[in-house]
């Protein structure tokens, strides 16, 4: 390996300097980014020689070159890992460290030099528990005539010494928490050191310094037993008396609710009073932190009672997620009715010798699907002008099926056209179809005709980038059997091997089609998804996390009068989870969780804040996509896209002040991203993009 490796850095120089082939590709070389993080270890022996011993580290480093700051010449190359030393005179130097990269960018660095023969003087240290890393220590120390220092951490079975330059710190993580004795040397070019010792405290973290991660499951699809996200089961008993000797407490991490378990033997979650009914869920899902490296059992209880664990082994100092199948309780005891869950329980292992704190425990199923792009069954869509020709694209002046020629040509709008997952392709066109002269039919429903029957296996290329489908097989088509690349079939013995069409969606269940047959005429179909959801928002929508996402402007597409910026989005996080919720039954849900961007018209500081009504997503609502139109209303005092205070022809001043009904305008950029816009009149735009999680 190393013997390649060095192979191609002389190869990879060689071309640097005297020029590849073409027929190299060195392309990726380009995109390799200069070294980083470059800098220098430095130490000096104590026997008044001044002797510095140089290492230089980075990133992305094939070898360094030394600059020692006094004159004298520059180091050879030294390779990472290697080091360099050099006699200094008595006094201080910059010394330049240059990393070069594998395709000759170099990043410096200056390192300071101090030598003196002196020995070290008003040694300062400062020993610091890490405030994010348990059980890890932090030291610095600074010395007058000092160039490097030593720590000894003091743990038993581990003597060797941790070094670093004077004014740059260390660490160290300790297996278990407890009293130490960490002594610091400080060394100069003297024999002659200066040390320090100190009895010191190392602590462990014992809770979590950040929240669990935000759920982003819709509402619709969870229980919940406890989350700030969702509704609770109320009456619930997060600590009933079992005789247990666990201790209890709730605790708020940024603003979340948390559950602490302490010396947990076990542990119940009582709701016997309002069981759950999670027959139709699929998960449990939890959220669990711990200090120490730990197992717990997490048991669901029915009435009987009857319950199966499931074993959640947990790693120290970071919020561990699991999301266990409901068929793993039932494999292990098939009497566990998850029709009937009253109570969770958790069990330490070992028994009593460990602290966790839970949040987000819930019931879930996985969404019904969307399907998105090209893959599924399509059908030209029965409306007037999904099937027609003209000069240019979007122009059907020439012809197009008008609603007596979809009502006359039935056989032939009931037509499959079916892109499996495996890239086969097939028409499937039943026993009847439209059947034209050219072919031997009668300009009539009749049945299928050779090649063009669907008889022939076919395949399909889907490019998302230029927007094209290839159909490869002879016969295969889209909308007409007879038009293809520059040219309309006088035979069907003349159907060529392969088409290209252009494919465009207007959204998830609709994409347009149409192809050149040369001399100016396009022949263009619409075609729609058989057998899906009936509108392509069904699903749960988030406001798209990144800058430009939230703006308002004097048209669609400018956001000039103001726009939420990268600041801005850290700043409202607490809005940028806020989902929008389109049911396939037509019903709307604005989930806001426990907190969301409240501004003064409502009442609120322009701040997170609790959802305030009738924007709270507490009302009913539901909604009207018109996709023809490209419009979404929402039906409900208080259901909204994007911003609260914007509604059709102008802005709230008060929540009291809502309408019973918004209509936006909604474009899809792709199946899982769409832009939104309102107009309020005057000439001002609020704008939104949203993406489907």
């Known amino acids: 390996m ?31 980014k200069a070294p980083k993080n470059v800098a220098a270890a430095v130490s000096v022996t104590q026997d008044n020689t001044g002797l510095v011993t140089i290492a230089p580290l980075g990133e992305g480093v094939v070898s360094f070159l030394v600059d020692y700051g006094d004159g004298s010449e520059v180091s050879d190359p030294i390779t990472p890992g290697k080091t360099t030393q050099h006699a200094y005179s008595e006094g201080t130097y910059d010394a330049v460290i240059t990393a070069i990269g594998l395709n000759g960018l170099e990043t410096k660095a200056t390192q300071n030099i101090t030598v003196s023969f002196k020995a070290p003087e008003n040694l300062m240290v400062t020993i610091e528990n890490d405030p994010a890393i348990s059980k890890l220590v932090n030291v610095m120390a600074m010395a007058d005539y000092a160039l490097s220092y030593e720590v000894y951490f003091g743990e038993v079975g581990n003597d060797t010494p941790v070094a670093g330059n004077i004014g740059e710190p260390v660490s160290y993580q300790y297996q278990n928490a407890g009293l130490y004795t960490i002594r610091i040397v400080a060394m100069s070019a003297a024999i002659e050191t200066l040390e ?20 982003t499951k819709a509402a619709t699809d969870v229980i919940s037993v406890f989350s700030d996200k969702y509704a609770n089961p109320d009456p619930i008993d997060y600590y009933p008396n079992w005789g247990q000797t666990t201790t209890y407490a709730q605790i708020q991490v940024a603003g979340d609710n948390i559950i602490q378990y302490g010396e947990l033997t076990y542990q119940g979650i009582d709701f016997n009073t309002v069981p759950i009914d999670a027959s139709t869920m699929e998960f449990i899902h939890v959220n669990v932190w711990s200090a120490e490296d730990y197992t717990i059992n997490i048991s669901p209880i029915s009435g009987g009672p009857n319950e199966a664990a499931y074993p959640m082994v947990l790693t120290a100092n970071q919020w561990n997620s699991v999301d266990i199948p409901v068929s793993h309780f039932t494999d292990l005891n098939p009497a566990v009715d998850f029709s009937n869950i009253i109570q969770f329980k958790f069990d330490g292992v070992p ?4 602290t966790i704190f839970v949040d987000n425990l819930y019931f879930y199923k996985e969404s019904s699907p969307v399907q998105t792009g090209i893959v599924g069954n399509w059908k030209l869509a029965s409306v007037a002008g999904a099937l ?64 063009h029957d669907g008889s022939n296996p076919a395949t399909y290329v889907y490019n998302e980038t230029d927007n094209t489908v290839v159909l490869n097989g002879v016969g295969a088509y889209i909308g007409l059997s007879k038009a293809y690349n520059g040219g309309e ?60 996402a939230l703006g308002v402007g004097p048209s669609v597409g400018d956001i000039s009068y103001w726009n939420c910026d990268a600041d801005c989005v850290t700043l409202r996080d ?22 969301t961007w409240t501004e003064a018209w409502q009442g609120g500081s322009d701040s997170c804040g609790t959802p305030v009504a009738p924007h709270d997503g507490s009302n009913a609502a539901t909604y009207t996509y018109d996709g023809s139109a490209g419009t979404v ?22 929540p009291s002040e809502a309408p019973e009904a918004i209509t936006y305008n909604v474009s899809f950029i792709d199946n899982n991203t769409i832009s939104v816009n309102i107009d309020i009149g005057s000439g001002v735009f609020w704008q939104y993009k949203l993406v489907r999680i």
């Not at 392969?498 to 619409?526: E, H, K, L």
């Not at 509108?535 to 996390?545: C, D, I, K, N, V």
């Not at 607490?574 to 019903?587: A, E």
């Not at 209303?633 to 001043?653: D, M, R, S, V």
């Open 2 to 32: 190393k013997i390649t490796k060095y192979i191609l850095q002389i190869f990879l120089l060689t071309c640097l300097v005297m020029g590849c082939t073409e027929d190299e590709n060195l392309d990726y070389v380009n995109d390799i």
């Open 196 to 215: 320090y010792t100190e009895e010191f405290e190392v602590t462990a973290i014992l809770q979590p310094l950040d929240p669990a991660p935000k759920p």
């Open 351 to 354: 028994s009593g010798e460990g």
């Open 388 to 451: 027609g020709v003209g000069p240019s694209v979007g122009d059907i002046s020439y012809w197009n099926c008008d609603a007596d020629c979809v009502v006359l040509r039935d056989c032939y709008y009931d037509d499959i056209y079916t892109f499996g997952a495996d890239g086969s392709f097939t028409n499937d066109l039943g026993a009847q179809t439209w059947t034209e002269a050219w072919q031997g039919g009668g300009d009539s429903c009749g049945t299928p005709i050779a090649p």
């Open 489 to 548: 079939l006088t035979n069907p013995a003349d159907a060529p091997t392969s088409i290209i069409y252009n494919v465009t969606f207007q959204d998830p269940n609709t994409m347009a089609v149409n192809i050149d047959v040369g001399g100016g005429v396009f022949w263009q179909f619409i075609l729609v998804r058989d057998g899906q959801v009936s509108s392509p928002l069904t699903g749960t929508w988030q406001m798209a996390q990144e800058a430009g």
């Open 574 to 595: 607490c809005y940028y989870d806020d989902t929008y919720i389109f049911g396939s039954d037509g019903s709307f849900t604005n989930d806001l969780g426990t907190q």
């Open 633 to 654: 209303t929402l039906n409900g005092i208080g259901a909204f896209i994007g911003l609260a205070k914007p509604y059709n022809g102008g802005e709230l001043a008060s």
